[in-house]
C-alpha cells in the first residue's frame, strides 16, 4: 500500500513542526514548507527523516501563487499528490488599528489568509482527481471573538473560519473533507513577546490554567 502524503506550511517550527514530526511518525511522506528559516526547515527535515520517511523541504512563500506552483509542482513529480494539506503559516500583529501601516495590513493577509486560498486552489484538484483528501486550517479563537490589538490578525483568522465553513460545503460531494483548528493560546514563539506579568495575566484568563502545548495540536490535526 502506498504511503500517504502530508504538506504543512510554516512548518520550520512551532505548530507546524509539531505537526509535520506527528504524520512523520506515522508513517507518512512529509512535506514541510517555510519563507524564510531555511536553517529550521532544514533541521525539521532531518529530524522528520529520523522516521524512515521521505520529506521534501521548500523555501517559499504560500502568499504567492508563482511559489505555491513551484511547489506543488515537486508534489507531483516526488509523490504523485496530496492526501493533507495543513494550512499552518501565518504571522501576527500586535498594535492599535490606527498605528498600523497599510503595508503590515497587506503582509498579514497575504500569508495568514491567501496563502490558504492558493494552497487549496491548486490541493483541491488533486484531491478531486482522487476522490478523497483532507483539508486543515490552522485558525484561532481570536477568530471567533476578536482580540483587543490584534485586528488584523483576527480579521484573517475569521476569514479563515468562513473560508473552511464554504469550502467544506464545496467539497463534500468529492468525499474531501475541510476543517479549522481554532487554537487557544499555545506555547510557541509566537507568544513569546509577553512579559511575565502579562503571561500570568493569559494564564489566568484560560480555564485550563495552562498554554496548550503544539504537540496536542499536531494531535488533533492528524486524528482529524
Not at 484561532?140 to 468562513?162: D, F, L, P, Q
Amino acid at each position: 500500500m502506498a504511503k500517504k502524503t502530508v504538506l504543512v506550511t510554516g512548518a520550520s517550527r512551532g505548530i507546524g513542526k509539531a505537526i509535520a514530526v506527528k504524520f512523520a511518525k506515522k508513517g507518512w511522506n512529509v512535506v514541510i514548507s517555510c519563507v524564510k528559516r531555511e536553517e529550521q526547515l532544514l533541521q525539521t527535515k532531518k529530524e522528520i527523516e529520523s522516521f524512515q520517511v521521505s520529506c521534501l523541504a521548500f523555501l517559499g512563500d504560500m502568499g504567492k501563487m508563482e511559489d505555491c506552483a513551484a511547489l506543488f509542482k515537486k508534489i507531483k513529480k516526488q509523490f504523485g499528490g496530496l492526501d493533507v494539506l495543513v494550512n499552518n503559516a501565518g504571522i501576527s500583529y500586535i498594535g492599535l488599528l490606527q498605528d498600523m501601516k497599510p503595508e503590515d495590513w497587506d503582509l498579514i493577509v497575504h500569508t495568514n489568509l491567501t496563502s490558504v486560498f492558493n494552497c487549496c486552489r491548486l490541493a483541491v484538484p488533486m484531491m478531486v482527481e482522487k476522490q478523497q483528501g483532507k483539508i486543515i486550517n490552522i485558525s484561532s479563537v481570536w477568530g471567533i471573538c476578536g482580540a483587543s490589538c490584534e485586528v488584523a490578525y483576527s480579521a484573517t483568522k475569521g476569514g479563515i473560519n468562513a473560508f473552511t465553513k464554504a469550502l467544506a460545503k464545496e467539497l463534500a460531494p468529492s468525499h474531501i473533507q475541510v476543517n479549522a483548528i481554532a487554537c487557544g493560546a499555545i506555547d510557541t514563539e509566537m507568544n513569546h513577546f509577553l512579559d511575565d506579568e502579562e503571561l500570568i495575566g493569559l494564564i489566568e484568563e484560560i480555564p485550563a490554567g495552562r498554554l496548550g502545548q503544539a504537540e496536542e495540536v499536531a494531535d488533533l490535526a492528524y486524528h482529524l
